[in-house]
Structures are given as structure tokens and as C-alpha cells.
């Protein structure tokens, strides 16, 4: 069987089992061949293979991300495609795989940040993923936080607590002042109880 007919649209399945279950076979067996006929199979004409292959890609990417991370240029081209799936998933791929291309991703974040204003919440969710990894690299860390910063000030108040939370690991002398004033001024935005209170336990463990 071939890539192709083992993807979920192909067994005429309307579940994701099929397209993790490859990507899992792809991992064990460390088959480059498999990622290369998936990334072929991106120009496919079927919007539901279109939809499985970038399924399978971005798992590969969470578990071995090595296997795809030659492809990340088109992965980039891939944010500005009209599908919304196919966006955000690329999305996702390029967040699998930030820490493995960090510089070739970190020169593009101008195109990321830019598909992450204009695409949708899961989008947006990727592309600070994406800024957050970066953001651990010294070389990187003062650019990718300014943007995340720019998330964090912009960013829809129910998605907040979770940047926030994400942030923690980044968080240095160097941009603790800045992160807890940025929450500081957001936090009077958020009317929910259960989101104050995430922000503010955020808050109590940047300011110990």
C-alpha cells in the first residue's frame, strides 16, 4: 500500500485514526520516503487528501521532528494558502519543528506573524508556539519576545490565560518586567473568574 492509501479519505474514514496511525509507522520506521510522498501529495487535487496529509505531517513533527524539518520551506508557503486547514496546519508543522530550523524560521517570522494576524485562533495559537520556541535561543530571545509580547497585548482575552501560561518557561530578568506589566494591563479586560485567576497565579510566579 502506498502513503495515499493509507490515509483516512482513501479507507473512507471520516476519523483521524488512520492518519495518526501512519504517521506513528512513519516514525518507527524513520521513513523519509513516507515524508517526501506526503509532501508531494500537497499538491494534490482532493481537498480531503490535502486535509490527511497535513494531519500526518504535523504528528510526524510532534514525535520526530527531524523527519520533516528539511521541508519547512513549504511549510511557509503553505501559510498563505486559502485552505484554513491547510493554513493553520502548516502552522502547526512549523511550530514542530522551530527548535530543529530555528534560524531559517526565526528570518521568516515577519511572514508567520503576518498569516498568524490574518488567519484563524489556531493559527494564531501555532504562530506564538512558534515565538515561544524561538524565544528560548539567546541569539533569538529579544525578537521573538517583543513579538509575543505584541500576542499578549492583542490577543482575543479567552486566549490569554493559555499564552500566558506557555510563556512561563521564557520568562527571564530580562523580560519579566515587561511580561508582568503586559498582564497587569490585560487583566482588566478579563471578566471571567476562572481566566483572572489563571493570570494571576501566572503573575504570583514571575513575581516570587
Known amino acids: ?3 495515499l492509501d493509507k ?3 482513501s479507507l473512507d474514514r471520516r476519523d483521524e485514526i ?3 496511525e501512519l504517521a506513528r509507522e512513519i ?3 524513520e521513513d523519509e520516503e513516507a515524508v517526501t510522498e506526503l509532501m508531494g501529495l500537497l499538491n494534490h487535487k482532493d481537498k480531503a487528501v490535502l486535509h490527511d496529509c497535513i494531519k500526518v505531517l504535523y ?4 514525535q ?3 523527519l520533516i524539518a528539511k521541508h519547512w520551506k513549504r511549510f511557509l508557503t503553505l501559510l498563505e494558502h486559502k485552505d484554513n486547514r491547510l493554513q493553520w496546519g502548516a502552522m502547526t508543522a512549523l511550530g514542530t519543528i522551530a527548535r530543529e530550523r530555528p534560524k531559517e524560521i526565526h528570518a521568516k517570522l515577519p511572514l508567520i506573524m503576518d498569516a498568524a494576524d490574518k488567519g484563524s485562533v489556531i493559527t494564531r495559537d501555532h504562530a506564538v508556539n512558534i515565538l515561544i520556541q524561538l524565544a528560548a535561543f539567546p541569539k533569538y530571545a529579544k525578537n521573538a519576545f517583543a513579538l509575543l509580547n505584541e500576542q499578549l497585548l492583542k490577543s482575543p482575552v479567552n486566549q490569554l490565560p493559555m499564552y500566558a501560561e506557555r510563556s512561563l518557561p521564557i520568562i527571564t530578568d530580562h523580560n519579566k518586567t515587561r511580561f508582568v506589566d503586559t498582564l497587569q494591563l490585560r487583566l482588566k479586560e478579563v471578566e471571567k473568574e476562572s481566566r483572572r485567576k489563571r493570570i494571576e497565579k501566572v503573575l504570583k510566579k514571575v513575581m516570587k
Open 1 to 3: 500500500m502506498t502513503v
Open 7 to 9: 490515509l483516512a479519505s
Open 64 to 66: 520526530r521532528p527531524q
Open 59 to 62: 504528528e510526524i513533527g510532534e
Open 18 to 20: 488512520p492518519n495518526q
Open 27 to 29: 516514525v518507527t520506521t
